[in-house]
């Protein structure tokens, strides 16, 4: 069964640390992204990924940076966490040929 | 660039009954078009897409959409929907190359009995 794993389900962190969350594909797929979802907003794309050391920015990149070093996985670091980075934070990998989105089970980020 | 409008966030139905969840698009380049279905504490599901061919198209759980080029929607459908059915329906489209997905802001379906 495909998977898409994010380490943590829930996070508490402060405002002002520095914050890794981690993802993890195990499909080989070329595309990986970070999105961002909010209440009435849906989800918006943080940044992509469509190989290895290769990124792009998406509509919302601002407070945020990503790190792919392997093709299995993509990290999203937020340099300096604000209370406005607070969201569900949900990794996806696929695209790039296979039209089908495969994502994680989320992470629920809260900035205190 | 693209866009994606849900028309409604909530759409509260009862057990059994037919359901219509709206989906508009805005593009100025051809796109492939989706429903993903958000269960409770999940990540997102493909229900169904349309890439080319018959503008009707089937999905998984008895859920069905039509694309009509010329008002640029993608309505989702089912005749008769179930309590396991309550969940949260985002409507995407993405560039011809799978490269670039765009979400619309979801629907919450919720089914009472």
């Known amino acids: 069964d495909v998977k898409v794993t994010q380490s943590s389900r829930y996070l508490v962190k402060r405002t002002g640390e520095k914050v890794f969350l981690e993802c993890v594909q195990d499909m080989d797929h070329e595309n990986m992204f970070w999105y961002r979802q909010d209440p009435g907003l849906g989800l918006r794309l943080i940044y992509f990924?469509?190989?290895?050391?290769?990124?792009e920015k998406g509509d919302i990149p601002e407070g945020y940076s990503v790190s792919r070093e392997k093709k299995e996985r993509f990290s999203l670091i937020l340099e300096s966490a604000s209370t406005n980075q607070t969201s569900m934070y949900l990794c996806?990998?696929?695209?790039?040929?296979?039209?089908?989105?495969?994502f994680g089970s989320g992470t629920q980020l809260s900035v205190l | 660039a693209q866009s994606v409008t849900q028309l409604d966030s909530q759409v509260p139905v009862f057990e059994e009954a037919p359901v219509e969840l709206r989906c508009n698009y805005s593009s100025s380049v051809s796109v492939y078009l989706f429903w993903y279905v958000q269960y409770p504490n999940q990540g997102l599901q493909l229900l169904l897409k349309y890439l080319s061919g018959s503008t009707l198209v089937k999905g998984i759980n008895g859920f069905e959409a039509e694309f009509n080029k010329s008002q640029t929607s993608f309505h989702l459908r089912k005749p008769s929907v179930h309590i396991s059915d309550t969940a949260e329906y985002f409507c995407a489209v993405s560039d011809l190359n799978f490269n670039k997905f765009y979400f619309g802001s979801g629907t919450k379906l919720n089914v009472k009995p």
């Open positions: 996806a990998s696929g695209g790039g040929g296979n039209e089908k989105l495969f």
């Open positions: 990924s469509y190989d290895v050391k290769m990124k």
